[in-house]
């Protein structure tokens, strides 16, 4: 996985993003108190453990958050799918930290 650094992350869009979008905001401080490193994370997923922290956010506004951090060079969305008995579900594979993501777009500093 690489550093913010040697991705070419823009630390200052991320900050952006985080300023002017209060659900993206949930979302990054979601990331930045997280304790796993995982390399994808399932929209699905991400819906749950903000609906439990009591955050009201909608499927598509994870996916165009997704999106924003793939133009950024943060990783790469992944849109699901149905088909028979397959259910591959939408994603983001993350080429650097998640965590490290979260950290600097709310402005913690990275331990």
């Known amino acids: 996985m690489q550093t ?25 401080e979601s990331l930045a108190a997280r304790q796993n490193r995982r390399s994808i994370t399932t929209v699905g997923s991400l819906h749950s453990v903000l609906g439990l922290a009591g955050y009201e956010i909608e499927r598509k506004e994870i996916v165009a958050f997704f999106k924003q951090l793939e ?11 149905k ?15 998640l965590v490290s993501v979260g950290k600097v777009a709310t402005d913690q500093k990275r331990r």
Request: net charge positive.
């Open 4 to 28: 913010l650094q040697t991705a070419n992350i823009d630390i200052n869009a991320l900050r952006n993003i985080y300023r002017a979008n209060s659900k993206a905001r949930f979302i990054f």
């Open 83 to 97: 088909r028979g008995n397959v259910n591959e579900q939408s994603r983001f594979v993350w080429d650097v930290s």
């Open 71 to 81: 133009n950024l060079n943060c990783g790469k969305y992944i849109s699901g799918y």
